[in-house]
Each structure stands twice: as C-alpha cells, then as structure tokens.
C-alpha cells in the first residue's frame, strides 16, 4: 500500500473513531480506556511448535497472515486460526497456541527465537516459513488485569477481517517510528482497531456482558438511548417501550444479556461518566449531576458518595493527578 494510502486510511479510522463514540455504547467505553502504545511483532513458524503465555493484565492480539494455528485458553476451548483470522485476548488468562501440524511431544514448549533481521521464529530455524502472523498486545490506562471481563467475551474471534489485519500492520509500523503525533495516531488506531474486532467477532460464547447485548436488536436500542441521553430521567418503563417489549420482559432480557439488571447498568455509566468528568475539572459538581441524570446536585452527592465512598468534590480532589482512562475500569467493575 502506498504511504499516501496508509495516510488516508490513518485519517479515516480517527473519524471513524470520533464519530462513533458520539453514539455507539461500545466506542464510548473503549473510548474511556483510552488505549495506548502497542507492542506488535512478526512471528513466523516451521514445523511443528508450542508456545505457552502466562497471565498478563494487557489484551493480546493475532493476526494470522500465512497458514493456521491452533489457540487454547485457560477459560475457552480450542480454536483453529486461519490465514485472514483475527483473534483478541481481551483479559488476562494463561494460553497456549501450537501449529497445525501435530508436535511428536505434546507438553513440548519453545520459546520463540529472535532472528537476525528481526521478527520471531517457532519451530524449525532452517525450515519453510509454514505460518506466518502478527501478534501483540495495547495497554490501557489502568493496570486492572481484569478490565474487560465483564463486558467481553473471554476471546474474541473475527474470520476473514482484512481490514483487521490492515490496522495491526499500520500499529507495527507506527509503534517502532517516532514520527510527529505518534501517540495521537497509537491511540485512534488501536480505539478502531478493539471496535473493529469486538464488531467483528463470530463467537460471542454464552457469557453476558455488553456485547451480547448489543447483538439484541430490541436491547440494543435501550442501551444506545441510555448512553446518547444519560441525562435523561430513564425509567425502567421507558427503557421497555423503547425496545417494544413488557417492563417484565425487557428486565428479564436485560439481565440475561448484559448480567446486571438495566438501572443497575445506567447507573454505573451515569457514574463512570461523572468521574471522568471530575478528572478533567471542567465543569461544577452541579453542571455534572445535571448532565448524569441527577435533578440536582445534592442527589447526585448522595448517590455518588454512596457508591464510591467519597463525596465528588474530594473524589476531584484526590484524583486530580489520576490518569485518564480509569472510568471505564470502574464502569466495568460495578456491573460486573
């Protein structure tokens, strides 16, 4: 691809990402991560080979460009990956991948050589290049290991994604360079990059969380309203009539998709929001209950001092130095 095209398509995926935050639920909340400064590397593999990766508190990608591997995790089962396949690790957990083709040792593990002119090998050094991928991994603002569990699937698989495959190469090359804006570009690729590939996914599991949700049509709506309008006076009635179904049976719905009841669930984004908002100092205590849904800021006190301990003004006060991001970790935990 030429670098006038990278350049065009560095700059769409940034409108891309601004634009969809203002009104999709799932880029507001990887928005609020605020993603940053990846580690991407080319691995390639001949013969056979297995390689094992202990918990880390940062998600892990892999984007197979050559061949197929199989991936196994802690808490998911076995997953071929295939040429064009795309596959997040969203939260920590031990893994293990190997080749395709069978290893005459089964509990055989390697670790991966360094080679000379860069990039990794698994398997056979002399050998024909069988497998071919690009893996790494972003880090967010918070080191809670557990961030996403209780929004995502505990792995994430997108077939065929090419666009996928696209973003990861520009991360690569962006991650080792030091050109002007780096970071800003880091950022903005790897926001569309975690929405590209949660939008993609093929198999969501049977756990709750937001994704699952979201791939409701009629809960969908509901969730979107919430998170275009928080400050409105929701009701659980509302919600329901917003997604065409009985109070009962949209609460049912609600909690057997998402895992938290619907109130439980706006009102943990009301307060994510708030505490983002008393990071950046931009506004009074009474302006930020009244964008959250609160009629007036002694609601908004009480609810909040309840649920974080502190009033919002001290909470602003002790986190002034806080760094961004760490809403959506305190989303994720309190409807998890």
């Known amino acids: 691809m030429a670098i006038g095209d990278w350049t065009f398509y560095i700059q769409k995926s940034i409108e891309i990402s601004n634009e969809s935050r203002m009104a999709d639920p799932l880029a507001q909340i990887v928005g609020l991560l605020q993603p940053g400064a990846p580690f991407s590397k080319c691995v390639t593999g001949s013969g056979p080979w297995r390689v094992r990766r202990t918990q880390s508190p940062n998600p ?10 199989r991936y196994r995790g ?57 497998m071919r991928a690009l893996v790494g991994y972003c880090i967010f603002q918070s080191d809670d290991a ?9 792995l994430v698989v997108a077939r065929g994604e090419h666009r996928l495959t696209m973003l990861m ?17 880091l950022q903005h690729l790897l926001e569309v990059l975690l929405i590209e590939a949660l939008r993609s996914t093929a198999e969501l599991g049977n756990s709750p969380g937001l994704l699952r949700g979201l791939s409701d049509e009629r ?15 929701w009701t659980v009635a509302e919600l329901a ?6 109070r009962s049976g949209f609460h049912e719905r609600f909690l057997s998709a998402v895992g938290v009841a619907p109130m439980q669930y706006l009102t943990a984004w009301r307060l994510a ?9 931009e506004a009074s205590v009474g302006e930020i209950a009244r964008q959250v849904g609160y009629r007036s800021a002694s609601a908004f006190s009480v609810a909040f001092t309840r649920d974080v301990g502190v009033s919002p003004a001290r909470y602003a006060r002790q986190t002034v130095a806080a ?3 760490t809403a959506a970790e305190e989303f994720v935990g309190a409807i998890a």
């Open 60 to 69: 892990y990608y892999v984007a197979v460009l050559k061949g197929s591997l």
């Open 74 to 130: 802690h808490q998911s089962g076995e997953v071929i990956v295939n040429a064009g396949d795309f596959i997040l690790i969203p939260f920590a957990q031990d893994f293990m991948m190997w080749s395709e083709a069978p290893s005459k040792d089964i509990d055989m593990v390697i670790d991966p050589v360094i080679l000379p002119g860069g990039g990794y090998r698994v398997g056979s050094i002399n050998g024909p290049i069988d």
């Open 146 to 154: 557990s961030l996403l569990s209780a929004l995502l699937p505990k």
């Open 169 to 185: 190469q520009l991360l690569g090359e962006e991650a080792v360079g030091n050109k002007p804006g780096r970071e800003v570009v």
């Open 219 to 233: 809960l969908a709506v509901a969730i979107r309203a919430m998170h275009a309008r928080p400050d409105r006076g």
């Open 241 to 246: 009539r917003e997604s065409a179904l009985s």
């Open 273 to 281: 929001l708030a505490k983002d908002l008393l990071r950046k100092r």
């Open 323 to 325: 760094l961004p991001g």
